[in-house]
Nanobody, 113 residues
Framework: VQLQASGGGLGQPGGSLRLSCAVS????????MAWYRQAPGKQREWVAT???????NYLSAVKGRFTISRDNAKDTVYLQMDSLKPEDTAVYYC????????WGQGTQVTVSS
């Protein structure tokens, strides 16, 4: 199983980025998927989850700014990040909520003016 996150980069405060996570080797259609992030010097933290019936949940710090979605046909999960803040700076990863796959490389998001 491989998890390939992409779409990160340099974003300005108040700006937007859209992350994608392509999953290979395992279908995502039957399980909940999540995004996580790890800021420098900190533990990896959960950011958002989308259930198999498309019900989302968010970390309070990103609620109202981030939107998680999924395309089961493409085995891809997305994270739309709006109203970016410097504290969103981190490496972002996706994974299955249950029976996690090996972590991928993640995608770096840096929010700075």
């Amino acid at each position: 199983v491989q998890l390939q996150a992409s779409g990160g980069g340099l974003g300005q405060p108040g700006g937007s980025l859209r992350l994608s996570c392509a999953v290979s080797g395992r279908r995502i259609n039957s399980g909940s998927m999540a995004w996580y992030r790890q800021a420098p010097g900190k533990q990896r933290e959960w950011v958002a989850t989308i259930s198999s019936n498309n019900s989302p949940n968010y970390l309070s710090a990103v609620k109202g700014r981030f939107t998680i979605s999924r395309d089961n046909a493409k085995d891809t999960v997305y994270l739309q990040m709006d109203s970016l803040k410097p504290e969103d700076t981190a490496v972002y990863y996706c994974n299955f909520v249950f029976d996690k796959a090996p972590w991928g490389q993640g995608t770096q998001v840096t929010v700075s003016s």
